[in-house]
C-alpha cells in the first residue's frame, strides 16, 4: 500500500489477487475522505480504454471530498480486434473484475488490520465509468451478463453502449445519469440509450464539448458543472438528500445554455 493526500483526500493504492482463472494481481486506487471515520457510501470508479484512474483523479478527489470512499481499479489493456476495437470478451471480463473488487473491498472493510475498515456502507454502493468504462457500468447495471444488485446508482460519463456476449440490455432498476458532451463523435451512445434506461434518469448534453474534457485531465471547462451535477446526483440517491435534486437542475440552469437537461 503506498499513499499520499491531496485537501480532505486521503489517497493509497491497494492490491487484490484474483486467483483466477486466470491468476492475476490487481491493484486499486482508493480515495477517502479525510477528517472523518464513516462509514461512507463506497463508489466504483472505471477508467477509460487503456487509461488509469489518475486519468480521473480530480473528478475523484471531488466526489471524495463530498463524503464518498472511491475505489478505482486499473484495469488490464483490453484485447481488441482488427479495427483496433476492444472485444466484447474484453469488456465483459472487465465488469468481472469490477464485481471481483467489490467483493475484496467489502471484504476489507470487515477485517480490522486493513486500512477500508469500517470505512464503508455496503448498502450504498455506487458505479461510475468514462468511456469503454462507462460500457463497463452499462454491465453492471444494465446487461444480463454482468449485472450486480448491490450497485444501487450509476453515472456513465461519455460511455460507450455496445452489445455485451451472453447477454442483453434490460431496464435498469437503479438511477441513473447520463453526461456527454453533443461535440463527442459517440454522442449517439447516450443519445440511443437514454430511451431504453428506466426512471430516474438523467441525461446532460454538454454543449459542444469533446470526449474528454469534461472528465479527464487535462479538465476543460465543463469540468464545475460535472463536478458540482454528478455530485448531487450521488448525494440525492446514495446520501438521502432529496434536495439535491434541485441542485443537478440548478447546475444546469447556471450554466447559460452551455448544458442542456432531459430527466425522466
Known amino acids: 500500500m503506498a499513499g499520499n493526500e491531496a485537501p480532505g483526500v486521503a489517497r493509497f493504492v491497494v492490491t487484490f489477487v484474483d486467483r483466477g482463472p486466470p491468476c492475476r494481481v490487481l491493484r486499486s486506487a482508493v480515495h477517502v475522505p479525510t ?13 477509460g480504454r487503456d487509461g488509469d484512474p489518475a486519468d480521473l483523479r480530480p473528478l ?18 483490453p484485447d481488441k480486434d482488427a479495427d483496433d476495437i476492444p472485444t466484447p470478451d474484453a469488456v465483459a471480463d472487465q465488469t468481472a473484475i469490477m464485481r471481483f473488487v467489490l467483493d475484496r473491498v467489502l471484504d476489507a472493510d470487515t477485517e480490522p488490520a486493513n486500512p477500508l475498515h469500517g470505512l464503508i456502507d455496503p448498502s450504498k454502493v455506487g458505479a461510475a465509468g ?37 447477454g442483453k440490455y434490460v431496464p435498469q432498476k437503479v438511477p441513473v ?8 463523435p459517440g454522442y449517439h451512445n447516450s443519445v440511443t440509450a437514454y430511451p431504453q434506461l428506466a426512471s430516474p434518469k438523467w441525461f446532460i448534453t454538454l454543449r459542444g464539448s469533446q ?41 444546469v440552469d447556471a450554466s447559460n445554455g452551455k448544458a442542456t437537461l432531459q430527466r425522466g
Open 60 to 77: 475523484l478527489d471531488t466526489w471524495t471530498r463530498a463524503g464518498y470512499v472511491v475505489v478505482a481499479p486499473y484495469l488490464p489493456i
Open 177 to 184: 445519469m447520463l453526461v456527454q458532451g453533443d461535440a463527442d
Open 211 to 251: 470526449h474528454s474534457p469534461p472528465f479527464e485531465t487535462p479538465r476543460g471547462p465543463e469540468a464545475p458543472l460535472v463536478d458540482a451535477a454528478t455530485t448531487a446526483f450521488w448525494n440525492r440517491y446514495l446520501g438521502g438528500d432529496t434536495a439535491a435534486a434541485d441542485q443537478i437542475v440548478g447546475a
Open 130 to 166: 468514462m468511456s469503454l468504462g462507462g460500457m463497463v457500468t452499462y454491465g453492471l447495471v444494465s446487461n444480463t451478463c454482468c449485472r450486480d444488485p448491490r450497485i444501487r446508482a450509476a453515472i456513465l460519463m461519455a460511455a460507450v453502449r455496445r452489445a455485451f456476449p451472453h
Open 35 to 47: 477528517g472523518s471515520p464513516g462509514p461512507h457510501p463506497l463508489l466504483l470508479a472505471v477508467h
